[in-house]
T-cell receptor, first 111, second 113 residues
Framework: NAGVTQTPKFQVLKTGQSMTLQCAQD?????MSWYRQDPGMGLRLIHYSVGAGITDQGEVPNGYNVSRSTTEDFPLRLLSAAPSQTSVYFC??????????FGSGTRLTVV | AQSVTQLGSHVSVSEGALVLLRCNYSSSVPPYLFWYVQYPNQGLQLLLKYTSAATLVKGINGFEAEFKKSETSFHLTKPSAHMSDAAEYFCAVSFSGYSTLTFGKGTMLLVSP
């Protein structure tokens, strides 16, 4: 049981490049979400999913796409990276109870 | 919409002193409340959670928090700070089984010898 696994841990992108941040969980959790963390802003919700095939926008969805084809995986796509997307990204999953499990994060720098 | 306010972006205490980190929420329905800790360059670790059971919640590392509905507060306390408590602390709220988790902006706890 590995919990929530995020890859890569670090990434540097040039403006305009695209990439996918991977998130996988092996706990059979239905609910998964993506947050970004910026200094002084806390964690803000980007997108979330309540199950395979179902996604919805959070507080700061612009510039990001998601899909959920399986229960295990919830990738976050940046189609055209911008310096404003420099941040630390966290993936989290939740059971029907009250426990959230967070990944270790991806530190992204866009230059 | 649900929201969380953490008073004080930075709190400084001496080792052995009381730790008090403040969190207030806004909600029209009963909330579920959480405190998370983040050590430098690490992910988030759950300290404790309130899920409509006992209003005084005990967590890990000697921390506890009290849910006060009349004050819409969920302040985090620890009787005696340790140097190892230096970290950033986040209060968060959700409202139902599959509700999203909304975070406060965080409070950095600094502990001096």
């Amino acid at each position: 049981n590995a919990g929530v696994t995020q890859t890569p841990k670090f990434q540097v992108l040039k403006t305009g490049q695209s990439m996918t941040l991977q998130c996988a969980q092996d706990m059979n959790h239905e609910y998964m979400s993506w947050y970004r963390q910026d200094p002084g802003m806390g964690l803000r919700l980007i997108h979330y999913s309540v199950g395979a095939g179902i996604t919805d926008q959070g507080e700061v969805p612009n510039g990001y796409n998601v899909s959920r084809s399986t229960t295990e995986d919830f990738p976050l796509r940046l189609l055209s990276a911008a310096p404003s997307q420099t941040s630390v990204y966290f993936c989290a999953s939740r059971t029907g109870g009250y426990g959230y499990t967070f990944g270790s994060g991806t530190r992204l720098t866009v230059v | 919409a649900q929201s969380v306010t953490q008073l004080g972006s930075h709190v400084s205490v001496s080792e052995g002193a009381l730790v008090l980190l403040r969190c207030n929420y806004s909600s029209s329905v009963p909330p579920y409340l959480f405190w998370y800790v983040q050590y430098p360059n690490q992910g988030l670790q759950l300290l404790l959670k309130y899920t409509s059971a006992a209003t005084l919640v005990k967590g890990i590392n000697g921390f506890e928090a009290e849910f006060k509905k009349s004050e819409t507060s969920f302040h985090l306390t620890k009787p005696s700070a340790h140097m190892s408590d230096a970290a950033e602390y986040f209060c968060a709220v959700s409202f139902s089984g599959y509700s999203t988790l909304t975070f406060g902006k965080g409070t950095m706890l600094l502990v001096s010898p």
